[in-house]
């Protein structure tokens, strides 16, 4: 039996590759890639494209939670992005809302 988490990433990624307007895009789910010290982080989706010759890379992360989304998973995400240099959009996706103070950091930190 799949993992709850693992449903909301699938319907995620699913949702994206079907908004998806180009050939040059791709939805990858749970896709590895390399930090800016050699090291591999997962993310949950990434959508990797090429628009008029520029790469644009977009990382969500996905929360199943019972409960909304505190503060330290938007910062951890934050950081978790900052330690790559090609990711250029932060989106996080919860199914039960997030905390007051969640917003506000993931506002600060330019994350949708």
Request: with cysteine.
């Given at each position: 039996m799949?993992k709850?988490?693992?449903?909301?990433e699938?319907i995620?990624?699913?949702?994206?590759?079907?908004?998806?307007?180009?050939p040059?895009?791709r939805?990858?789910?749970?896709?590895?890639?390399?930090?800016?010290?050699?090291?591999?982080?997962?993310?949950?989706?990434?959508i990797?494209?090429?628009?008029?010759?520029?790469?644009?890379n977009?990382?969500?992360?996905?929360?199943?939670?019972?409960?909304p989304?505190?503060?330290?998973?938007?910062e951890?995400?934050?950081?978790?992005?900052?330690?790559f240099?090609?990711i250029?959009?932060?989106?996080?996706?919860s199914s039960?809302?997030?905390?007051?103070?969640?917003?506000t950091?993931?506002?600060?930190?330019?994350?949708?």
């Open positions: 799949e709850k988490g693992k449903s909301l699938s995620v990624a699913l949702i994206q590759e079907t908004l998806k307007n180009s040059n895009t939805v990858l789910k749970n896709h590895k890639i390399q930090n800016k010290d050699g090291g591999k982080r997962e993310f949950d989706v990434f990797e494209s090429n628009v008029s010759g520029y790469s644009i977009i990382a969500i992360e996905c929360k199943d939670y019972n409960k989304v505190p503060v330290k998973e938007i951890a995400f934050n950081s978790k992005c900052n330690s240099t090609k250029n959009k932060k989106i996080f996706i039960s809302g997030f905390q007051t103070g969640a917003i950091s993931a506002n600060n930190f330019g994350i949708e």
